[in-house]
């Protein structure tokens, strides 16, 4: 997995989540977060942040939806004043999340003292297989 480019690897898993990732009706409208001036162009932009979401699970977990909202967050232009960082949209990385466990290819885990969602057997595979895909073309 390291061998292959994470952007491709990224637009093969948004491939595989077409079926289990169903974007909802409102997500044609939101911003992906506070600091964005526009919704996403790309019409598939849901299973993009799914599959992107399933890869940070797997080199991050146990992980929550806090945290990733950091790692998704961006700078925010303020006009004036000097540019600041805030975070990204909760409610869509939670309802990915949440889709994502419903496919079973994330669940709950708490490990001492850190708790989140981790990839399952299942999530791990279906990264292998899009890899393997990916390395042999």
Not at 35 to 52: E, H, L
Request: glycine share 8%; proline share 4%; charged share 30%.
């Amino acid at each position: 997995m390291k061998d292959v480019d994470h952007t491709k690897l990224v637009d093969v898993l948004a491939k595989k989540l077409e079926s289990t990732c169903v974007a909802p009706e409102w997500a044609m409208f939101v911003k992906t977060g506070h600091g964005k001036q526009r919704p996403p162009i790309r019409d598939d932009w849901w299973q993009v942040r799914a599959a992107a979401v399933l890869l940070s699970v797997q080199k991050l977990g146990p992980i929550g939806v806090s945290k990733l909202r950091v790692k998704y967050g961006n700078r925010k232009n303020k006009g004036n004043k000097p540019e600041g960082f805030v975070k990204g949209s909760g409610n869509i990385l939670r309802k990915v999340l949440q889709q994502l466990e419903a496919a079973k290819l994330l669940k709950k885990e708490e490990t001492s003292v850190h708790k989140g969602r981790e990839i399952t057997k299942e999530g791990n595979k279906l990264i292998i297989d899009a890899s393997k895909e990916l390395k042999g073309n």
